[in-house]
């Protein structure tokens, strides 16, 4: 099985993702709340319990230091994978919103640009990590779609600002397991490379990377005050703030993302409430209130 962009596999998974969701979907929407409550969080249990069995499969059998480095959850997706299940038993609707928003634009991207399996050194030896790799991220995506499509949990635009609030969150929660594993010792203790940003910069936490094409992509939104030491013996160098250059760019491109997701589910709330508005505006400048 090889995975190249627009090949006979890559189409296979697309389309095997998409029934998977349409599949669960029909089969569920008769089912009791209840039977489609645990069906779906099976999925997301079965999704974590799959990221610590992954040691156990190429590559990561094969080389020790890399099962106990990449054990920890240190990417979106993979974070992602660790706290969906213990946010959709949350009553939060702010943790599922997020769960929503950010795991239907993640997973949809990954599935849609697979770059892991795509630049896996041998992909024939790495088949169950290839499968592993499409489960995680077709679950992303689909369970919390189904979620919502089932009417287990409802969507708010007045919660959109729950994506971008929450992925930055989750990216402090990814530096926080970066900094441990280095305490720890699961990677080479810090020095002077440590912060830089080839060295393990998972998710761009310390800054784009060097002739990456989304890295440059997302710098663009980012005020050059964060590209830059501000004081001391380095300041004016060019040095991205860790975490704090993400700011700007996940508010400016997750925001109107999650926002036209939104409409998707909520359109109804927002036209009414946009209506609402506009009676106020006219009502508080017609001619009769003025002559009042």
């Known amino acids: 099985m ?5 090949n006979g596999w890559y189409f296979f998974w697309l389309l095997l993702s998409a ?29 974590l319990l799959l990221h610590f069995l992954k040691v156990y499969i190429p590559p990561y059998s094969l080389d020790e230091v890399c099962k106990l480095r990449n054990i920890w959850f240190v990417n979106i997706c993979g974070a992602n994978i660790a706290l969906f299940p213990f946010f959709y038993l949350s009553k939060s609707k702010h943790l599922k919103d997020y769960m929503f928003y950010i795991g239907v634009i993640s997973g949809f991207i990954a599935l849609l640009y697979p770059i892991e399996p795509i630049e896996k050194a041998d992909q024939l030896a790495e088949t169950l990590d290839i499968i592993r790799f499409y489960y995680h991220h077709w679950m992303l995506l689909a369970v919390p779609l189904l979620m919502v499509l089932l009417g287990q949990h409802k969507l708010s635009y007045k919660r959109i600002f729950s994506a971008p609030v929450g992925l930055l969150l989750l990216m402090l929660f990814i530096m926080l397991n970066q900094i441990f594993q280095s305490e720890l010792g699961y990677i080479s203790l810090r020095n002077n490379d440590f912060y830089h940003i080839n060295y393990k910069n998972t998710s761009y936490i310390w800054g784009p990377d060097e002739n990456n094409a989304i890295g440059t992509f997302l710098s663009w939104f980012c005020p050059s005050f964060f590209k830059t030491v501000p004081a001391g013996q380095y300041a004016g160098t060019t040095k991205y703030w860790p975490w704090f250059w993400m700011i700007c760019p996940v508010f400016i491109l997750v925001t109107p993302l999650a926002f036209g997701l939104s409409m998707i589910f909520d359109r109804h709330a927002f036209c009414e409430d946009v209506k609402l508005l506009f009676a106020r505006v006219r009502l508080l400048f017609s001619p009769k209130r003025t002559r009042e």
């Open 2 to 6: 090889i995975i190249e962009m627009f």
């Open 19 to 47: 029934g998977g969701i349409l599949g669960l979907y029909f089969g569920l929407r008769r089912a009791k709340p209840r039977v489609q409550y645990w069906v779906l969080f099976s999925l997301l249990t079965l999704g």
